[in-house]
């Protein structure tokens, strides 16, 4: 009964800022990782940022120095704060968690449906 909600996607002017945020919800033992990927070509998805559960992030380079990521443990909550965006960042942003669902042994990937971002010029 695990979902990742998505929320915070829409319009915005190119250098302003956006702020994702994606909850995990539903029988849930643990989440480790938990980040954002987007894709710019089908069977390509790409990963913006990554958070692990002790608060290490990955980036990636096209998004340095411009967006942020972090996570609020208690609420099981990933968020993206995105400034000085492009319209090359338009894209769908999908929530990543690896996660441990109750009465599972292992941990595994759940996705989120999805938040689309558009940054015009």
């Known amino acids: 009964q695990v979902q990742l909600v998505e929320s915070g996607g829409g319009l915005v002017q190119a250098g302003g800022s956006r702020q994702l945020s994606c909850t995990a919800s539903g029988t849930i033992i643990r989440v480790d990782s938990m980040g954002w990927y987007r894709q710019p070509l089908e069977n390509q998805r790409e990963l913006v940022a990554s958070i692990t559960s002790d608060g290490n992030t990955n980036y990636a380079d096209s998004v340095k120095g411009r967006f942020t990521i972090s996570r609020d443990n208690a609420k099981n909550t990933v968020n993206l704060q995105m400034s000085s965006l492009k319209p090359e960042d338009t894209d769908v942003y999908y929530c990543?968690?690896?996660?441990?669902?109750?009465?599972?042994?292992?941990?595994?990937?759940?996705w989120g449906q999805g938040t689309q971002v558009t940054v015009s010029s």
């Open positions: 990543i968690a690896h996660l441990m669902p109750y009465g599972t042994r292992f941990a595994r990937d759940f």
